[in-house]
């Protein structure tokens, strides 16, 4: 399965994976809002034998063939890692 993949402008590390590229038309408005202008970064060919980096790959595929997108979001224990602490 081809799919765009873009990064959100607001929240780092945050990237959108949509099954057709530039169709933003099913992603939820407070969504879009939230992550920013959406910037692309890449188009991929997606399969189940491929492996990603911090994504499990059934789970962005099932949802890119049931609702169009993936919203991938940083792990919750990276900010643990990248703060200044006193």
């Not at 590390?13 to 992550?35: K, V």
């Not at 202008?37 to 962005?60: F, I, K, W």
Request: glycine share 6%; aromatic share 8%; proline share 5%.
């Amino acid at each position: 399965m081809q799919c765009a993949i873009y990064k959100g402008s607001r929240k780092q590390d945050t990237y959108l994976y949509l099954a057709e590229r530039d169709n933003f038309s099913g992603i939820p408005e407070n969504l879009l809002e939230l992550i920013g202008q959406p910037v692309h970064v890449m188009d991929l060919d997606l399969h189940p034998e491929r492996r990603l980096a911090q994504e499990e790959t059934a789970e962005v595929l099932q949802n890119l063939q049931e609702r169009g997108w993936h919203l991938q979001m940083p792990r919750q224990n990276e900010w643990l890692t990248t703060g200044t602490w006193h």
